[in-house]
């Protein structure tokens, strides 16, 4: 056999590693796709340019040198998306697992260094059983490798992890490093498999309960985008890239401009209820103020009195934050404090604007908010507003409140640009409270305890909690009609399109963690 055709014979070992059986048992059967057809559905056609195929481990003990492991159990390589450069990364359940070994790991460390000098995004397709044991000290090395580039080039190139299947053991830490989780419902990760917890613990319990997708993105916010099909994934990780520049010194690139940035809205004069403690969904404000079919929502499951997600104004791309009436009254708890810092510090670090839409009585208080630490996990919130030097535009929807409406986004902390609706409600503190405090003594001697406590409730929202008297005190810059929101915002963020800002010179901050 001459030179170039041991290299194609030995290249196609690589490629077309996985039988038809092992296929349809390991991917077809589960509806999922092997990791190249997932590198093709995720990237633009033909552009995946592969490196480190021929890797190979060095591994006698445990069988080791009786086992050919194709291209180490994972793909990495660069290709496009929508024409702009990412590096990928994927690994191959039917090549022993998945599993993390030391050559492995040092082809991921490898393309997250170059794509971090090249200023291109890191994408991980992962799906692994963890370490593998059979190397012993090698792969823990590469997982301190792993971990410690995750979290030196965040903030420099944005990295996206997508589960599909299982991501078992020190594996899992790595998605937990990158800026955000994609996962189908069928797919769960965890740092300790049913067998492990088992085996530690007497408690038998499956994958979905433990570490499923559904669960995560409920209850603790792990992951930002979760779909039926890896499919729809993909679709969902194409899009979620189009909004983010390639890295920390550029900004995301302009997006169809078909929408007429001077469009108004007629229907938001009506969405706020005239009853200030009525709900009302956020979304009827958010989706007919940006671009037409443009937001993309994210942890839509978690913390719901908070929304965070992408869209944009005139084809530029904005992150925007808003409390969510619809749930909870739109009260900031713990929860919904991390989910909207962690999003405002991601925008600040890579050039997005923040729009943010306001409509909150408070934090939660309470006995249990107290315990769970409601002071300083509620203090990432206006910590990271405050830190954030990008644009920051803010409307004030309904309620504006005490410690809510300075967190989210206010004057105070740091924005640019605070508008409000005629429906604003600014204030220390509700009227209700305000006069039941105030006016105690009053309200006590009345002979209609009831009649005095509304009459006083209304003189004081309409002295000192109607938007006029924040505008006469310059707190907000201007009170617009609710049908202008979207022309407001886009010549906002014209005007702020060259804001620069100039901090004291430090190594970095200490966030509240």
């Known amino acids: 056999m001459n030179r170039i055709a041991q290299l194609k014979e030995k290249k196609a070992r690589i490629v077309d590693s996985i039988t038809p059986a092992a296929k349809e048992k390991i991917f077809t059967s589960k509806g999922m796709f092997p990791p190249r057809e997932r590198l093709a559905k995720l990237l633009d056609a033909d552009s995946f340019f592969e490196i480190d195929a021929l890797a190979t481990h060095h591994y006698t003990d445990f069988g080791m040198d009786r086992r050919e492991i194709p291209a180490e159990g994972v793909i990495t390589g660069f290709g496009r998306i929508n024409g702009r ?4 990364y994927a690994q191959d359940f039917a090549a022993l697992g998945g ?3 030391e050559m492995s790991g040092r082809k991921i460390c490898a393309l997250m260094d170059t794509a971090a000098t090249s200023g291109i995004p890191i994408i991980g397709i992962s799906h692994s059983g963890g370490l593998r044991l059979h190397e012993t000290l090698g792969p823990m090395e590469m997982f301190g490798q792993l971990f410690r580039r995750n979290a030196i080039y965040s903030g420099v190139v944005p990295q996206i992890s997508i589960i599909l299947g299982v991501v078992a053991g020190g594996q899992a830490y790595s998605p937990g490093l990158t800026d ?3 996962m189908t419902r069928a797919s769960a990760i965890y740092i300790a498999g049913p067998a492990f917890v088992k085996a530690q613990t007497g408690v038998t319990i499956g994958d979905e309960e433990l570490g499923g997708a559904a669960m995560h993105a409920r209850h603790n916010g792990l992951v ?6 890896e499919e729809e994934l993909f679709a969902h990780a ?6 983010l520049p390639a890295n920390c010194h550029g900004t995301a ?6 929408d007429d940035p001077g469009r108004c809205a007629e229907e938001l004069d009506g969405v706020v209820p005239e009853a200030s403690n009525k709900p009302f969904d956020m979304h009827r404000v958010i989706l007919p103020v940006m671009d037409a079919g443009s937001f993309q929502e994210l942890k839509a499951q978690h913390a719901r009195s908070m929304l965070i997600g992408f869209a944009r104004l005139a084809g530029r791309s904005v992150g925007v934050v808003a409390n969510q009436p619809s749930h909870l009254g739109g009260l900031i708890d713990i929860d919904a404090a991390e989910k909207a810092a962690r999003f405002v510090r991601f925008c600040d670090a890579f050039n997005i604007p923040l729009v943010t839409f306001q409509d909150s009585p408070a934090y939660k208080i309470g006995q249990k908010m107290e315990q769970a630490g ?6 990432k919130l206006l910590h990271a507003y405050a830190e954030a030097t990008v644009p920051k535009v803010t409307v004030i929807v309904r309620k504006a409140y005490a410690g809510a409406y300075i967190a989210m986004g206010s004057q105070y902390i740091g924005a640019d640009l605070v508008y409000a609706w005629p429906s604003a409600e600014i204030s220390s503190v509700g009227p209700e409270t305000a006069a039941s405090i105030l006016f105690r003594k009053e309200i006590a001697q009345a002979q209609d305890p009831a009649a005095t406590t509304a009459r006083l409730t209304r003189e004081y929202h309409d002295k000192y909690v109607q938007p006029y008297r924040a505008a006469s005190l310059r707190h907000i810059n201007d009170i617009i009609e609710p049908r202008v929101t979207r022309p407001t915002l886009v010549r906002s963020l014209e005007l702020l399109q060259g804001k620069t800002e100039t901090r004291p010179a430090r190594k970095h901050g200490n966030i509240p963690l």
């Not at 450069?85 to 990928?88: K, Q, S």
């Not at 409601?374 to 203090?379: K, L, M, Q, T």
């Open 253 to 258: 690139p302009l997006g169809d401009r078909g």
């Open 99 to 101: 599993s993390f070994g």
């Open 180 to 182: 955000f989780i994609l």
């Open 85 to 88: 450069e990412v590096a990928v």
């Open 238 to 243: 194409r899009r979620l890239v189009d909004f």
């Open 224 to 229: 930002d985008i979760l779909d039926d099909s």
């Open 374 to 379: 409601i002071i300083y996990n509620g203090a």
